[in-house]
């Protein structure tokens, strides 16, 4: 019981940042190139359409077959901007869909995009500082446990924290059914290894 109420007391400096969280960063960040690509869409299209009529105009040569021609050039960038929307969710949408719910979806061992940084929410903080502090990492170890997020930490959720400490090399000889040993056990240079880009 001392070893509950030791992972309360680290677990109560992670709740006043648990509640500045609103929403997920991933969902404002990951929209913003989208958006600044429409709107480089949207200016190159009225350019096409602008230059392309006053010139048919200017020339003497406008006529409405000339301007559907002139339409259908100018929705080549919107096209492109499909096409590169749809390949960049055929790649992504599974380490995006895996990084918002938390869970290893594909079973590839890692949430989310491996060569992606790993996001530090309090939930991971709070791990990566209780394991430095009490050295049990397990999921015995960790079952029952109430983190930051007020979620009960079971053995999919402990997966998904302990997942991108073992990429990173926090742990030597840790597999199924070993424990393996910690070998980096400062907890401000862990959460470094997972923020900086392999």
């Known amino acids: 019981m001392p070893g509950r109420l030791f992972v309360w007391s680290i677990m ?17 960040t990951e929209a913003a190139p989208i958006v600044g690509m429409a709107l480089v869409a949207i200016f190159v299209m009225s350019a096409i359409f602008l230059v392309g009529n006053v010139g048919a105009l200017a ?28 390949q960049e969710l055929l ?5 995006r869909l895996e990084r918002a719910t938390g869970r290893d979806l594909d079973g590839s061992g890692a949430i989310g995009d491996p060569r992606q940084p790993t996001v530090l929410t309090p939930d991971r903080m709070f791990f990566i500082e209780t394991i430095c502090r009490t050295g049990k990492w397990t999921q015995r ?4 446990i109430v983190l930051p997020s007020k ?18 090399g926090v742990f030597a000889g840790r597999r ?20 900086v880009k392999n």
Not at 12 to 28: E, G, M, N, V
Not at 91 to 95: D, E, G, T
Not at 141 to 144: A, K, L, N, P, Y
Not at 177 to 195: N, W
């Open 12 to 28: 109560k400096r992670y709740d006043k940042s648990i509640q500045k969280t609103t929403r997920p960063t991933l969902l404002a």
């Open 176 to 195: 199924e059914g070993a424990r393996g040993q910690m070998v980096v056990t400062d907890p401000s240079r862990i959460m470094e290894m997972l923020t």
């Open 151 to 168: 979620l009960i930490c079971d053995n999919d959720l402990h997966k998904s924290l302990i997942a991108p400490l073992e990429q990173a």
């Open 91 to 95: 790649v992504f949408a599974w380490p």
């Open 141 to 144: 170890d960790w079952r029952g």
């Open 59 to 86: 020339g003497g040569i406008w006529t409405v077959k000339v301007m559907c021609n002139v339409t259908l050039v100018a929705l080549a960038p919107w096209v492109l901007l499909i096409i590169g929307y749809a």
